[in-house]
Each structure stands twice: as structure tokens, then as C-alpha cells.
């Protein structure tokens, strides 16, 4: 398993850190989600190859965040 750290703007409370986790946890490898909301950091660990930033833009984009780039 790998891990990959994106930044996520625009998170603020734990809502959004579950929203965060659930909503990048449906993506195809991903095995677990972890959310730094002071960093505003994501770990995504995941098999094979990392999701895309596309895919990953537009799964954050859909929760209502915004995508920062890899960390």
C-alpha cells in the first residue's frame, strides 16, 4: 500500500472531515483516509497507482472543498 498527501482547502469542522473521508474513500484503490484539518492535509493510502489529480479535483470539488495540489 502507498500513500499520497494532497492539500484541501476550506475544510473547517469535523463534518468536513468526514465528508472529506468518505467522499475520497469511494475512489477505485483507496484504502483509508486521514484528514489533518489544521494542516488542511490529506493521506490517502491506496493500492497501485495514486487516483489522478482529475479524479481527485473533481471528488473534492463534488464535497464542495477545493483542491490544493499534492502536498
Given amino acids: 500500500m502507498e500513500d499520497t498527501t494532497i492539500t484541501v482547502r476550506g475544510m473547517s469542522c469535523n463534518h468536513c472531515v468526514m ?6 474513500g469511494q475512489l477505485p484503490g483507496v484504502k483509508r483516509v486521514a484528514v489533518d484539518l489544521k494542516a ?7 493500492e497501485g497507482a495514486s487516483p ?5 479535483r473533481a471528488a473534492i470539488d463534488d464535497l464542495g472543498y477545493e483542491f490544493g495540489g499534492r502536498a
Avoid at 465528508?19 to 475520497?24: A, D, K, P, Q, T
Avoid at 488542511?40 to 491506496?46: A, C, L, P
Fill in 52 to 56: 489522478s489529480d482529475d479524479k481527485l
Fill in 40 to 46: 488542511q492535509k490529506v493521506t490517502i493510502s491506496h
Fill in 19 to 24: 465528508s472529506v473521508e468518505r467522499g475520497l
